[in-house]
């Protein structure tokens, strides 16, 4: 069974930085989700990895981008100015299907990682 493995998460004050990874090869359509506690699964960014094409939740436009290094079977989440809203568990998901309408629809996704958490202080 392949595995999405996601790392760099952590504790960080308003304001700040992280960059997530996502260890994974071979994948034409990735994403990262998260999901605060109570709250559903919401997408984050979405990268064609095969044209480049990225889409991003409007929450996080300008703020996070998403990346991925070939090389390396990465895919990252840089994000920065972060901010206490954005404390949720964050996910890594792929598939070789290409999502149906909106890039950031969870159930299009058959692969998942466990999640990395982030956390924002104010």
């Known amino acids: 069974q392949v595995q999405l493995v996601e790392s760099g998460g952590g504790s960080v004050q308003a304001g700040g930085s992280l960059r997530l990874s996502c260890a994974a090869s071979?994948?034409?359509?990735m994403a990262w989700f998260r999901q605060a506690p109570g709250k559903e699964r919401e997408g984050v960014a979405f990268?064609?990895?095969?044209?480049?094409?990225?889409y991003y939740a409007d929450a996080v436009k300008g703020r996070f981008t998403i990346s991925q290094d070939n090389a390396k079977n990465t895919l990252y989440l840089q994000m920065s100015d972060l901010k206490p809203a954005n404390t949720a568990m964050y996910y890594c998901?792929?598939?070789?299907?290409?999502?149906?309408?909106?890039?950031?629809?969870?159930?299009?996704?058959?692969?998942w990682g466990r999640g990395t958490q982030v956390t924002v202080s104010s």
């Open positions: 071979g994948y034409r359509y």
């Open positions: 998901a792929a598939d070789h299907v290409s999502p149906r309408a909106k890039p950031l629809t969870p159930n299009d996704y058959r692969n």
């Open positions: 990268i064609n990895t095969s044209t480049g094409y990225r």
